[in-house]
């Protein structure tokens, strides 16, 4: 996992940002450098950067997160399937409270209010499948905010370009082609690089955002299987969790001592 992330930051570093500034100038008519193009973008270069770093590491972070594979492991499900079906509850609780998985996490949710009924039960366990899609959402939600951000530091870049650019034609007139043409390079390779981070991320955005809405599906699928016909009646006021409870009596009606 941490060497997939350390070459999704090689990507963004020199793939992305090469790409985009290539085409910001004008597909190869001078060669230059990565550096020598990443510096003609000016000072918006380095926040488009740390974007283009987010991105890539975004995208391939949640697609890894949202696999089916990773929200329902195999192992995971075989493990809670037998101990249902040896009505080991207190069992199947403490192998789901050890395991680290979404669908762990939604099965020992449900089990801690089984004894409370069928209602309680199902309520239990769509309340932590809304937990676990909106921690995944908020960091697709991610996606979109760079998506829309970007461009706006490209276009911050275009005008600082632009004033330059005016600057120096007031200054120098035309005279100095070379330090006009510099300015309107910076304009060029702003606005392009801005432009070409954004597509990428609004792409992985939609495309994750409905990666995850089937991976929940089958995540509260699996898990309704195991509880379709739980003996809800025999399992009633059942401690399965066997966790500590803050909830006790009220005090006010605590039998006082020596009445």
């Not at 450098?33 to 972070?61: H, N, R």
Request: aromatic fraction near 10%.
């Amino acid at each position: 996992m941490k060497k997939l992330i350390q070459n999704a930051i090689y990507v963004a570093l020199f793939t992305i940002p090469t790409t985009a500034f290539a085409a910001a100038a004008g597909g190869g008519v001078k060669k230059q450098t990565f550096w020598e193009l990443f510096k003609e973008g000016g000072w918006c270069m380095y926040p488009i950067l740390g974007f283009s770093i987010a991105t890539v590491w975004l995208i391939i972070d949640i697609w890894i997160r949202t696999n089916p594979k990773k929200m329902t492991p195999e192992d995971d499900v075989s493990v809670a399937q037998q101990a249902f079906l040896a009505g080991d509850y207190v069992g199947a609780y403490q192998a789901m409270k050890a395991a680290t998985s979404p669908f762990a996490d939604v099965v020992r949710s449900a089990l801690s209010s089984i004894g409370y009924g069928k209602s309680a039960c199902e309520e239990a366990m769509l309340a932590e499948v809304d937990k676990v899609s909106s921690k995944l959402q908020t960091r697709i939600n991610y996606l979109s905010v760079i998506g829309v951000c970007t461009p706006m530091v490209g276009l911050l870049g275009t005008v600082s370009g632009m004033k330059g650019a005016f600057g120096e034609l007031g200054t120098a007139g035309i005279g100095n082609p070379a330090g006009l043409a510099g300015h309107i390079g910076e304009v060029l390779v702003a606005t392009a690089a801005g432009l070409f981070i954004a597509i990428p991320a609004f792409m992985g955005f939609y495309f994750l955002r409905n990666k995850l809405q089937g991976a929940i599906h089958g995540l509260e699928e699996e898990a309704e299987r195991l509880f379709r016909n739980a003996p809800y009646d025999l399992l009633k006021d059942a401690d399965v969790g066997q966790e500590e409870t803050f909830a006790a009596i009220p005090n006010w009606l605590e039998t006082p001592q020596g009445a």
